[in-house]
């Protein structure tokens, strides 16, 4: 069913460079089709079919972008199976977990369907003219927002479905109106050609340019930056690691005519176990927070690699029970070698930080990409910056604070987040009044007397924050917002009638919400 | 009443830098009071206090900020003979525009008081808990915005009030519930004096934190890079040229945390006269664009430097009326000395590119600072990139096509604008038709049979584009939408009601618009 082969338009095609295979990081082995790299021939031709698709492509009304997303859905719902079976050897998560990936990957699709056919997301604006305002009259000003131009997405390695090749960036730019070319992450290329060719049967069968959608194999930094630097090329989407974020952030900075870049990067989502919390449950929450932990091996953007608390009853309590729960954890298969060797590097470089004392570390695991849990501790007199630098995967730091403020001085010394989370009792409500303002300037989201993983997708949803978990924390690449950063407002002023796009029609006739002077109304 | 001081918060500073003078554009005359540049000193304590001003500012309610807003207004409009009379000295624009633009500038803060009230600048989102559903119950997500922090703004030479010290993007950041540290233009240093003390007074009346507004005079690359590189500033907003743009936007991506920067910075404001208009009315439209160009000796962002139209009847009775009107233009004061040698070096340059012919040349005027019109002509064949540099100034260029087709071209390779006009008459709409969607691509706003100059300030209005007319084309510098460039959106998963912002509560007390479950409602 695979032929190892891209998607540029209606071309199925080869590329001259050198030949992938994805592993399976269960064994380390080579999974076939080979997946030959492509370069700037295969760049090239992608951007222009993009950019040649884009005029027709953004003049659909919601109505058809609706059906084509929805048709997406349909598709990869009927590859469901193979899809799945892939993404298994692919990526070492389990079948379930996979199989639930699949379900909110169409729901994101069918959530951008059910934005555009709601049609705020229009933004439509209508000032009308006063022809008798003195001093001067007033002109017919109304406004909408057009899509920006072909966007590049890039495959994540973590989620190999609703991160990537008709994950939320594509979903949220296609639905946006704009054109998307992909690049497979090498992790999952199997997968990608599959989830690939489901949206090349939503083009063909909704009968849309062949421009609209594009999957590139390559290597990441070489042809990634080489994307993002075509000139077509007008935003970027992407998942993944600050390196590779940052070196995109600078390529789309350089280009002569700079485009955002939305690199959702690190995080190490604190968790603030306030002193009632932890008196009234805290070995319970130091078994759920290891749940949370060793989720999937500890590889959601999400993860909670941090939890900070003050000296009192519960705390001891709460280490112990991690403790256990961490040794008691047989361990996890992470995405690929690759990955399983830097979390490896980083934890064992965090637990060597001065005044870092390991408290427990799981089962490694048999797989040949395995990663075993760590559980890591320091006072809260030495925290410095290096200790909350990312370590991808399941090693979490518990930071003990001496007394509240100290706790504050710790939570105000943190970067951006993409979540922070808080234990609280009612009687811990003071202090996590003081604590969420320090927050809201951190996270993205704030969530109490849960764990950060787990990721509703809905209308909501932020899943953004503060540099460095995203290199723009204006938005959120999870939940119908995300649509808005493939935007831009336009004015009509004195546009003829005819010549006015439809939703900005006097009479409304596509029925949606619309500003009048101000006011939303539907009339 | 004028101290030569600037503002740092409550104090009055007088800096330790090199004193420098507004002209009077007219004479050339130096104004007193002297004021002395500030440096490292003052930008650090100026935000400083924004930084410490701004979890105070930020708690405050929408009704309250719209008070503040509205005061300032209040204290401008108490101080409008004075400032008027000081801007006519550092400006040489007519009292009667300054007078317009004192109402302008208080408009724009009392839009932002009624966006404030009207409250759906929340961005107020929820999704309600779904304890029931299978196989994983649904959270409470609830969303809003709040406001990045401290804002940098830059005053603009030519619109000393609207784009300046309590311009627009200071409105709207305040109204976001960002402090603000303005960095005064040298050419208005003593009515930036004035409307700082305005602000001040406001700040004050209002009780709150000082820190709210500073005003610092320095040198332009040296101090503004400090105030853009200062790591509590957070976004910054600007107003002129595309050197000074980028190097902003160059600093704020070259720091450890990188910001947005809302930089305005140059733009042609192509006009496209197409046949029927023409042949209807040539000579009419040749007149009344020379009316446009000439407005205010041509230094308006949205000045039309740039004609398009093809060969047919009409357009040599445009040229020609619009060649006699530029003769009989008696020139005009420019801000400055500075700019008035710039804007005869590019108009100089611009007639003296390859294919440039000039076909009539205004008087220039017995001001210091004078600036003649002047306007030249180019083939559409020998139209290149060079030719679409902006000139600052009462200089416009008209492109005449040989065809469509070449007329389609020369569209196609514009760059980023802030404008496009298009004059046309019922026959034209075909082609009207197909060169809206190009013109989509080029402008932040469209205009049919009116000219540019003139921004409405309203709901409706988009006063930005692509690169290079804006460094951000995904927003606006003018109107109500121009909140949201210093917001961003927050979410809260399961908080307890008592913690949660009053505008997510339910019930409603605020009583603004909310998406419930995707649904605009106000219940």
Redesign the interface.
């Known amino acids: 069913m695979l032929t190892g082969e891209m998607f540029i338009g209606a071309a199925r095609v080869t590329g001259s460079g050198k030949e992938v295979f994805s592993r399976d990081p269960r064994t380390g082995e080579e999974l076939t089709p080979g997946y030959r790299y492509g370069g700037t021939a295969e760049v090239s031709r992608a951007a222009a079919l993009a950019e040649e698709a884009f005029?027709v492509y953004r003049?659909t009304d919601s109505t058809s972008r609706a059906a084509f997303l929805e048709r997406i859905a349909d598709e990869i719902t009927a590859l469901a199976g193979p899809i799945v079976e892939r993404a298994v050897l692919e990526t070492g998560l389990p079948q379930a977990r996979l199989t639930g990936e699949v379900a909110r990957t169409t729901g994101q699709l069918r959530l951008f369907a059910?934005?555009l056919r709601?049609g705020?997301w229009h933004g439509a604006?209508?000032?009308p003219a006063q022809p008798g305002r003195a001093p001067?009259p007033?002109?017919d000003?109304?406004?909408r927002r057009?899509p920006?131009?072909p966007v590049a997405v890039f495959g994540a390695s973590n989620f190999p479905l609703a991160f990537s090749v008709a994950g939320g960036d594509t979903a949220s730019a296609l639905a946006a109106g704009c054109p998307v070319v992909v690049k497979a992450h090498d992790a999952h290329l199997g997968t990608s050609e599959l989830v690939a060719s489901a949206v090349r049967a939503a083009v063909v069968a909704c009968g849309l340019p062949e421009g609209v959608f594009s999957l590139l194999v390559g290597d990441g930094p070489e042809l990634g930056t080489m994307l993002v630097a075509d000139p077509r090329i007008q935003a970027v989407g992407f998942t993944g690691s600050r390196g590779a974020g940052l070196a995109l952030?600078s390529a789309a900075?350089s280009r002569p005519?700079?485009i955002?870049v939305y690199a959702e990067m690190s995080s190490v989502n604190p968790v603030v176990l306030l002193p009632g919390a932890l008196a009234a449950r805290g070995a319970e929450l130091g078994t759920a927070f290891v749940g949370s932990l060793t989720l999937g091996a500890g590889q959601f953007c999400t993860n909670p690699g941090l939890v900070l608390a003050v000296e009192g009853p519960g705390l001891d309590e709460f280490v112990s029970a991690a403790a256990e729960a961490v040794r008691g954890d047989a361990g996890g298969t992470m995405l690929t070698l690759g990955i399983a060797g830097a979390y490896a590097g980083a934890r064992d470089r965090l637990a060597g930080r001065p005044g870092v004392v390991e408290l427990a570390r799981g089962e490694a695991g048999s797989s040949a990409a395995c990663g075993g849990a760590a559980l890591l501790t320091v006072d809260g007199s030495r925290f410095t910056a290096e200790l909350q630098e990312e370590v991808f995967g399941a090693t979490s730091l518990v930071v003990r604070c001496a007394d509240q403020a100290e706790l504050l001085g710790v939570v105000r010394a943190l970067?951006?987040q993409l979540t922070a989370t808080v234990h609280?009792v009612?009687s811990d409500?003071p202090l996590?009044?003081a604590l969420?303002?320090v927050l809201?300037?951190k996270?993205?989201?704030?969530?109490?007397?849960?764990w950060p993983t787990?990721v509703?997708v809905?209308?909501?949803?932020?899943h953004?924050g503060?540099?460095?978990a995203t290199?723009?924390?204006?938005?959120?690449s999870v939940g119908?917002?995300a649509i808005e950063r493939f935007?831009?407002?336009?004015?009509?002023?004195?546009?003829?009638a005819?010549?006015l796009p439809p939703v900005l029609r006097d009479g409304n006739p596509e029925g949606v919400?619309r500003?009048i002077?101000?006011?939303?109304s539907r009339d």
Chains 1, 2 share one sequence.
């Open positions: 005029d003049a059910a934005t709601e705020s604006r209508i000032d001067l007033r002109a000003i109304r406004q057009v920006l131009g952030v900075a005519q700079p955002p970067a951006g609280a009612e409500e996590a009044a969420l303002p809201e300037r996270a993205g989201r704030i969530l109490f007397n849960g787990g509703e809905g209308h909501a949803m932020v953004g503060p540099f460095p290199s723009d924390s204006r938005t959120t119908s917002l935007l831009r407002p336009v004015a009509y002023q004195d546009v003829p005819a010549l919400w500003r002077d101000g006011e939303l």
